[in-house]
């Protein structure tokens, strides 16, 4: 079975008396172990898009299911503390907090069982994604955009979630810390069973994905 889909999702914004239509009757699955990415035009609605795959909006009419079941009844405060892993293209951390304490806030928070000692688990998974410990202690303002992003990455990691979903993740950074950003998203899909899920505009990311779907006129489709 999936670990996320979408049934039958509508999404609109409304402008005016008109509907402006961002996603139409889109059912798609997605499966752990596997890397996907979403291409699509600026403004077509791939951000709209993450935003319901992570619950921090709902669509219209159809469904969005995790494991087979409706977020709306697990509840979507629930369903993003203990089911999936968010990562910005602005990274989102708490600038005036340490690398470790950053990875450490989500797990304050889940109802997911983690073992007892999380800082060290937390310094394991900073160190795994690249991050020195003379770094984890650092606070994340004094780090460079490319490490920032490996401790959104750690975090969005942290609660031990199947489903990990990326807005734009290396758009502020060059190019050999992109490679070295989806790198880390392809171990992650292959190597750790995760679904991972990212939005981006480029062609060369999507291409080293497993799946692509392209969002064009409110219509996601298999990008071949
Ligand atoms: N709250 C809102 N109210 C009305 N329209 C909105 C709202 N949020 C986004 N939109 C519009 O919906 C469309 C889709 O926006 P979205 O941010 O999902 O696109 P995107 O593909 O992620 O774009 P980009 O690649 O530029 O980030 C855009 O035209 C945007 O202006």
């Known amino acids: 079975m999936a670990i996320i889909a979408t049934e039958d999702v509508n999404y609109y914004y409304q402008d005016g008396d008109q509907r402006r239509y961002i996603l139409k009757d889109t059912s798609i699955s997605f499966d752990k172990g596997k890397f996907y990415t979403i291409l699509g035009q600026s403004g077509s609605g791939k ?28 509840g979507y405060e629930n369903f993003r503390r203990n089911n999936v892993g968010i990562i910005f293209q602005s990274y989102n951390l708490i600038p005036y907090l340490t690398a470790v304490e950053n990875v450490m806030v989500p797990m304050a928070i889940t109802e997911n069982k983690l073992p007892d000692n999380q800082k060290e688990v937390a310094y394991n998974l900073l160190d795994y994604i690249g991050i020195v410990k003379s770094k984890s202690d650092r606070q994340v303002n004094q780090l460079s955009g490319g490490e920032q992003q490996r401790v959104a990455i750690a975090r969005a990691l942290a609660t031990n979630v199947d489903v990990i979903l990326a807005d734009e993740p290396t758009g502020n950074l060059d190019e050999g810390i992109e490679q070295e950003i989806v790198a880390i998203f392809k171990k992650l899909a292959h190597e750790h069973d995760k679904c991972v899920i990212v939005v981006t505009h480029s062609n060369e990311i999507a291409q080293q994905s497993d799946d692509t779907y392209i969002l064009r006129k409110g219509r996601l489709a298999r990008y071949e």
């Open 47 to 74: 951000t709209t898009f993450l935003s319901l795959l992570s619950a921090l909006d709902a669509p219209k009419e159809g469904k969005i299911l995790y494991q087979g079941k409706d977020i709306r009844n697990i």
